[in-house]
C-alpha cells in the first residue's frame, strides 16, 4: 500500500501543528490525522473518536510499526517541506 498523497493544513497553535489528509493508493482518503509537537520532537497523531467515558480511540491506524514509521517519515517530511524546517521546541517564539 503506498501513500499517493499528502495534504497539510497548518494551524497555529501550541501543541497541534497541522491537520492531515492523506490519500491510499489514489483511492482510498484517511482525514483528521495531525501533527503534535511532543517532548521529544513532531509525531504523527492518528484519527480518533471520543467516547462516552471520556477517552479517545483511533478510528483509523497502521497494524505494524513497520507502516506506522513510514506513514510518519511521509507525512513529517511533506509538514517540513511545506513549512520550513522543523522547529526545535527549545528556540519555538524565541525572537
Do not use: W
Not at 24 to 43: A, N, W
Not at 76 to 85: F, I, V
Amino acid at each position: 500500500m503506498d501513500i499517493t498523497d499528502v495534504k497539510i493544513f497548518p494551524v497555529e497553535e501550541e501543541k497541534l501543528k497541522a491537520y492531515v489528509t492523506i490519500t491510499l493508493d489514489h483511492c482510498f482518503v484517511v482525514r483528521d490525522l495531525k501533527v503534535i509537537q511532543g517532548t521529544s520532537g513532531l509525531f504523527v497523531a492518528m484519527p480518533a473518536k471520543k467516547r462516552k467515558d471520556g477517552t479517545y480511540k483511533d478510528i483509523a491506524h497502521p497494524l505494524n510499526t513497520d507502516m506506522r514509521a513510514r506513514m510518519e517519515r511521509i507525512i513529517l517530511d511533506q509538514y517540513e517541506r511545506s513549512t520550513g524546517p522543523r522547529a526545535n521546541p527549545a528556540t519555538v517564539g524565541a525572537a
